[in-house]
């Protein structure tokens, strides 16, 4: 059974950086996507970034290109999310998914969720 486990939220100043770890297990192949997302309270669950983790290809959204970074470490079988610069608007949950292995923000494509991790940006 596909499981994922984020961790790494918390709380951190406006500027400061947080990494994001996504723990996967029950796969049975390296053929799947990894999606980041967040929620914020009262507002929709939005796409952060997507990693194929076959060949390391990366999309971002608009929000977090040139801030955050997604990547894989396969002995691990764990995916990152290394964002900095964070900013008042990144608090929220934070969530990673899989699908099958398609660069998409789009949740509707991913069929397995973690439980989901706070973030906090604040003063």
């Known amino acids: 059974q596909v499981q994922l486990v984020e961790s790494g939220g918390g709380l951190v100043q406006p500027g400061g950086s947080l990494r994001l770890s996504c723990a996967a297990s029950?796969?049975?192949?390296?053929?799947?996507?990894i999606g980041w997302f967040r929620q914020a309270p009262g507002k929709e669950r939005e796409g952060v970034s997507c990693?194929?983790?076959?060949?390391?290809?990366?999309i971002y959204a608009d929000s977090a290109k040139d801030r955050f970074i997604v990547s894989r470490d396969g002995a691990k079988n764990t995916v990152y999310l290394q964002m900095n610069n964070l900013k008042a608007e990144d608090t929220a949950v934070y969530y990673c998914?899989?699908?099958?292995?398609?660069?998409?923000?789009?949740?509707?494509?991913?069929?397995?969720w973690g439980q989901g991790t706070q973030v906090t940006v604040s003063s």
């Open positions: 998914a899989t699908g099958p292995p398609i660069l998409t923000l789009l949740p509707g494509n991913y069929h397995y």
């Open positions: 029950g796969f049975t192949s390296d053929y799947y996507a």
């Open positions: 990693i194929s983790y076959s060949d390391g290809n990366t």
